[in-house]
Nanobody, 126 residues
Framework: EVQLQASGGGLVQAGGSLRLSCAAS????????IGWFRQVPGKEREGVSCISSNDGETYYADSVKGRFTVSSDTAKNTVYLQMNSLKPEDTAVYYC???????????????????WGQGTQVTVSS
């Protein structure tokens, strides 16, 4: 059974940092791309960052470039999202998701990711 377990969210002041974790199980980790998405009520889900567990290729949305860093620990089947210099507009529920690693990362197309974790709330106060 494919499972993705996101954790690490919380409440932080603007300028602070959080590290999200996505623990994966039930599939061959190296064969999948892992993405971080976020969603605010009333808005579309946004692709924040993605990583290929196979070759380490990464993608970042313009809104988080230079502040967020995605990494993968294949020994632990876990992907991390280090979020620095957080802003109130980063407030959202963050989800991790997986899709088979075929072609480009396509992080902007959440509908291509077939497996999803349960989400973790990130709240950044001003």
């Amino acid at each position: 059974e494919v499972q993705l377990q996101a954790s690490g969210g919380g409440l932080v002041q603007a300028g602070g940092s959080l590290r999200l974790s996505c623990a994966a199980s039930g599939f061959i980790f190296d064969d999948y791309n892992i993405g971080w998405f976020r969603q605010v009520p009333g808005k579309e889900r946004e692709g924040v960052s993605c990583i290929s567990s196979n070759d380490g290729e990464t993608y970042y949305a313009d809104s988080v470039k230079g502040r967020f860093t995605v990494s993968s620990d294949t020994a632990k089947n876990t992907v991390y999202l280090q979020m620095n210099s957080l802003k109130p507009e980063d407030t959202a529920v963050y989800y991790c998701a997986a899709r088979l690693s075929i072609g480009p990362l396509l992080c902007g197309r959440s509908y291509l990711f077939g497996y999803w974790g349960q989400g973790t709330q990130v709240t950044v106060s001003s």
